[in-house]
Every structure is written in structure tokens, then in C-alpha cells.
């Protein structure tokens, strides 16, 4: 990680870049505000080459947005909202976005309802009653932030993502509000038919959430669960792999179950394997053995059947009836996927990657990175046309990207994956460009050319769906 340098101690390297800051800084105290705007979009994007004058920087984007700039304005307030800057107060920052918002700058809008949104999130409950409590604005929280979405989706703006943001976040804060909001529902499933990865993704979420409460012995979830089960069900795509089994085993009457049990107790390390598959097949109605058949699943795993090892390095990299932990996670995948199981690899692969992005730069990290590389590209040498591969090309692309934002193998791994209908790269891909957005208002060189290069692909690919 780049220090605080002294004017004395810097390099070769950085005296052209300190050059253009004094041009842009002459242009800042002598021109308007767009040009003090500027100077710290500049200053914030060399930021690890000129430390020491970020701060200066920073009082021109403060006169700039005092100056009533509009780009100025949103900007400060994001940043003191995001929590990159103390120097001004929570208030000061959301007056700085409500000027912007009403000046129709959007991405200030949609951030104002956020915040809005995570106040009214906020709120407490009575344990007794589960009705809300606390301050009586409350309901005015949500009022606001259901307000900005609202206006936000009805005007023009020239960022498609945005809306499809804000009418992502509207759907659900309105099913927090009450689950019976028919408006809510419709619009998650308007997006989730629209392709959204997103809704998808919240779809699922709401799914899970709903079961656990049917597992918990509450009866509400059980008017929601049937149609959000139907209707994902009838959905095709790329998912992520789930938990595989031996056999044809079919989710049966649970009494069944008492057969494949049998077979478990009397040491049949396959009969173990779909034990365990039987009960996650039917978690309700078979809680009780959940115990027995985790045990079954680390026998079996232990007797080195590599589907019980795959599935039980699956459970600790979800966290799934153990306590989620990575090492245990490839303890048990890195076993098949040296004996070519591509599930086995794919998940290696992905799991070296999230304890790189978890860890702090240095040795330790590019080791995680290079082996969850390693993984990915082994799996993609061998196989040539399978679901899997298209996890490990997005996964690939993103990790490239996390390296090198400008280097094309990333982005061109996305992109087959994307054209080839996997919904974690288009929602990758939608990200990030919400992520250049940002980085072209801050001025960083590199993003208008790859914002509009990644605006055609996905303008392409909507037009091909």
C-alpha cells in the first residue's frame, strides 16, 4: 500500500503528474467551478501518487459545490454519505445530494432514497407485538425513499441501470413494508422477466427467507412460498451448482426414508451419501435427523467417495447446517478436483478467489490469487462446453478485472459468458457499469472509452434477448 510521501521523497515518476495538478490547480483558482471540480477528480484519482495534495483538492470540490456545481454537489455529499470523507457532517451531506436531486441529477436522487431507505430499515420492532416503534418520522423515511424511487423511474435519464436500481430497491422496499404489496411483487417479477440478474438474485433471497420462517413453525411465509417457489421454478438459466447426488433418488414420502437409512447404519458409504442427500431433500419433514446425516455426509466423505467430499466442502463454503469456513471448504473440494471433477474445481477456483478479495495486499493475497487462477484455467482447458465453465469465466473476468481494470482478457471472458446467458456476468457486467459511471465523474482517464464500449455490449445483448 502507497504512504504519505514528502515533496523531497518523490519520485521521477510522479513529478508529470505534479505538473498537471499545478496547470489544473492555476485553471481552479482562476476559472469556475467546473474547474475546481475538476482539479479533485483528478487529484482523487491519482491519489496513491500525490497524498499530500488530496486535501487541497478537497477544499476546491467544497467551494465548487458551495458555488452550487451541480456534479460538485453530488459528489461531496456521496462521499460524505459513503463515509470516504469526515470533514463534513451526515446533514451537510444529505443537503448537498437534496440540492443535486432537485436540480434532477439522478444518481444523487437514488442515493438519497438509499439513505432514506437504510433510516427507515433502521427502525426498532416491539418483540411483543412486531409492530414498528421508535420516532414517529419512521413512516416518514419510507415515504421518502419510496418518493425518489418513484420519480426517479419516471423521468427521463440517460442511465438505464439506474433505473433498473431504483425500481429493484422500490420492489423491495415495499415488500419490507408489507409482504401483501401486490405493486412490490410485480415489479420484482417485471424485472426478474426483464432478465435482471439482480431480481433474481432478491427473488431468491426472499425465497430463503420464507422457508426458514416455514421452518421456524410460522404460518405467514406459507401465502407467499407456493408462487415465488412456482415461478422460479419455472425459470431456466445458470445457476449456481447445488448439492449432487449418487443414484436416482427422488423426493419421496420422508417415511421412505427410513429404507435409505437402514442401508446407512450398515455401513454403505454411498447409502451415507444419499442419506444425507434424502434429508437436505426434505429439511422439514426430516429435521430431526439433520444431526445423523451430516455425520452420514462426513463418514462417506472420509471414506473418499469424491461426491460426499464435494458436497461437504460445499456445505462449509456456504455455511449450510456447519459454520461457514473456507479452509475446511477446500480441505474437502481441492480432493476431487485433482481427480477432474469440474464442480470440484470450479468451486476451488471461486473459494481461493474470495479469501484474495478478503485479504490485505501482499504475498498471502497473490498467492490466493494464483491458485484460484490456477483452478479456473485448468477447468477451462478441459472442458470445452459446460455450466461450469461459464461460472469460471465470469469468475476469471472478474478477478482479472480486480487486478487490471483496463486489461481485455477480463472483460472479453465476461462477455462470452454473458452472450452464452450466464446471469452472474451480465449482473456483473451491469455493475460494473455503474462502477465506470462513477470513476468518468471523477474523471479517471480510462473510463469513458470502457463505458462506452461496455454500453454497446449491453445494448447488443438486450436486443438479442
Not at 496547470?23 to 500525490?50: M, N
Not at 444529505?94 to 430499515?121: D, N, T
Amino acid at each position: 500500500m502507497a504512504g504519505i510521501v514528502s515533496a523531497s521523497e518523490t519520485s521521477a515518476a510522479d513529478v508529470d503528474v505534479r505538473e498537471q495538478y499545478g496547470i489544473l490547480r492555476q485553471l481552479a483558482l482562476s476559472g469556475d467551478a467546473t474547474y475546481r471540480y475538476g482539479i479533485f477528480t483528478f487529484a482523487d484519482e491519482h491519489r496513491s501518487e500525490i497524498p499530500d495534495l488530496y486535501e487541497d483538492a478537497f477544499q476546491f470540490l467544497v467551494q465548487s459545490a458551495q458555488e452550487g456545481y451541480v456534479e460538485s454537489e453530488y459528489l461531496l455529499g456521496y462521499i460524505t454519505l459513503q463515509g470516504e470523507s469526515s470533514k463534513l457532517s451526515i446533514e451537510e451531506g444529505v443537503e448537498l445530494l437534496s440540492a443535486a436531486s432537485g436540480k434532477g441529477h439522478g444518481r444523487a436522487r437514488f442515493w438519497l432514497a438509499e439513505y432514506y431507505m437504510s433510516l427507515w430499515y433502521g427502525r426498532e420492532f416491539s418483540a411483543a407485538t412486531g409492530a414498528p416503534e421508535g420516532p414517529k418520522y419512521s413512516d416518514e423515511y419510507f415515504s421518502r425513499a419510496r418518493t425518489l424511487y418513484e420519480s426517479l423511474i419516471r423521468e427521463e435519464t440517460d442511465e438505464p441501470s439506474l433505473v433498473l436500481r431504483a425500481k429493484l430497491e422500490l420492489s423491495t422496499l415495499l415488500l419490507a413494508h408489507s409482504m401483501d404489496d401486490e405493486a412490490g411483487w410485480d415489479l420484482l417479477f417485471e424485472l426478474a422477466d426483464s432478465g435482471y440478474p439482480d431480481a433474481f438474485e432478491r427473488l431468491e433471497k426472499f425465497r430463503t427467507m420464507l422457508v426458514k420462517g416455514v421452518n421456524e413453525g410460522f404460518d405467514e411465509p406459507k401465502k407467499y412460498l407456493p408462487r415465488l417457489t412456482d415461478y422460479l421454478g419455472q425459470k431456466t438459466g445458470s445457476k449456481e451448482p447445488e448439492i449432487v447426488q449418487v443414484g436416482n433418488i427422488e423426493k419421496l414420502d420422508p417415511a421412505a426414508y427410513r429404507e435409505i437409512r437402514a442401508l446407512a447404519v450398515n455401513g454403505d458409504p454411498y447409502a451415507k451419501h444419499n442419506a444425507f442427500v434424502y434429508v437436505l431433500e426434505n429439511p422439514v419433514e426430516l429435521r430431526e435427523f439433520v444431526p445423523e446425516a451430516l455425520e452420514f455426509l462426513r463418514t462417506a466423505a472420509d471414506a473418499g467417495i469424491p461426491i460426499a467430499q464435494y458436497n461437504l466442502g460445499f456445505l462449509y463454503r456456504t455455511g449450510q447446517w456447519v459454520d461457514k469456513d473456507l479452509e475446511e471448504a477446500l480441505r474437502w473440494l481441492e480432493p476431487p478436483a485433482l481427480s477432474g471433477d469440474a464442480r470440484a474445481q470450479l468451486w476451488s477456483g471461486i473459494t481461493y478467489l474470495d479469501k484474495y478479495y478478503a485479504a490485505d495486499e501482499g504475498p498471502e493475497a497473490d498467492q490466493f490469487y494464483a491458485s484460484g487462477e490456477q483452478w479456473l484455467r485448468k477447468l477451462l482447458e478441459s472442458e470445452e462446453d459446460c455450466a461450469e465453465c461459464l461460472f469460471a469465466k465470469t469468475s476469471l473476468g472478474r478477478a482479472v478485472i480486480s487486478r487490471s481494470m483496463t486489461d481485455p482478457e477480463g472483460w472479453d471472458l465476461l462477455k462470452e459468458a454473458a452472450s452464452a446467458g450466464h446471469e452472474g456476468a451480465v449482473k456483473t457486467l451491469w455493475t460494473m457499469e455503474e462502477m465506470l459511471v462513477d470513476f468518468e465523474a471523477r474523471g479517471y482517464e480510462y473510463a469513458p472509452a470502457l463505458l462506452a464500449d461496455l454500453r454497446l455490449f449491453l445494448k447488443s445483448l438486450g436486443d438479442s434477448n
